[in-house]
């Protein structure tokens, strides 16, 4: 069964600091990767998606993310955090390959950006 | 290019009082939908998908239903709301195969009283 762990709750950086918002995943085939954006009272925003292509996988905003198998791990980094970068961050993976296209949520990022 | 609607934006209801929520996707055909609830601080917990009119999966036991009555249009019922139903509801749309992105609306805020 496929899940992902985001592993910290909040991240707090200063702007113009680099980012960086750690994800592990354990799934039982070759899935995609996702990362959302959201910010407050507002729906979930995709910064990017891995799906077996390049590993390294550039974003909207200035985001990457990095996919490495042998550590189950896809990162999402950016050099230079700006004030509205401030939100909360989601890391997800497919469920399957079924054509019902659900996906699993990590439980989120907060990622705060102090001036 | 593809964009979903979901309305209204916010809703204040009473206990006990009948809920409908709906989302429609325009610029594709036979999409995936989802509706999601995300509680206060919390992640979202996925409440109903479909691949198709009036196909409808439920993943949790609760006191909402879903209908699709037509290809690009959700809809989030309740006949009597409960102060647990509280939240934001998500509403999101795919393309109809597995490892896709899905796409979100801007949610609805539901304040029940």
């Known amino acids: 069964a496929q899940s992902v762990t985001q592993l910290d709750s909040h991240v707090s950086v200063s702007e113009g600091t680099p980012v960086l918002l750690r994800c592990n995943y354990s799934s039982s085939y070759s899935p995609s990767l996702f990362w959302y954006v959201q910010h407050p009272n507002k729906g979930l925003q995709l910064l990017l998606k891995?799906?077996?292509?390049?590993?390294l996988v550039k974003g909207i905003n200035g985001f990457e993310a990095e996919f490495k198998k042998s550590e189950t791990s896809f990162h999402l980094t950016k050099p230079s955090a700006h004030m509205s970068d401030a939100a909360e961050y989601f890391c997800v993976v497919s469920e399957d390959s079924s054509n019902t296209g659900k996906l699993i949520f990590g439980q989120g990022t907060t990622l705060q950006v102090k001036p | 290019s593809q964009t979903i609607h979901q309305w209204p934006a916010t809703l204040v209801q009473p206990v006990g009082s009948p809920l409908s929520l709906e989302c429609t996707v325009e610029g594709t055909s036979n999409p995936n939908l989802y509706w999601y609830r995300q509680a206060a601080g919390r992640g979202l917990q996925l409440l109903f998908y479909s691949v198709g009119i009036g196909q409808i999966s439920s993943e949790v036991p609760q006191n909402l239903s879903a209908s699709r009555p037509q290809d690009r249009q959700f809809i989030l019922s309740s006949k009597k709301l409960l102060l647990s139903d509280s939240g934001f509801y998500l509403c999101?749309?795919?393309?109809?195969?597995?490892?896709?992105?899905?796409?979100f609306g801007d949610g609805t805020r539901l304040s029940i009283l």
């Open positions: 999101a749309w795919s393309v109809d195969r597995g490892n896709q992105p899905q796409h």
């Open positions: 891995y799906t077996s292509a390049a590993t």
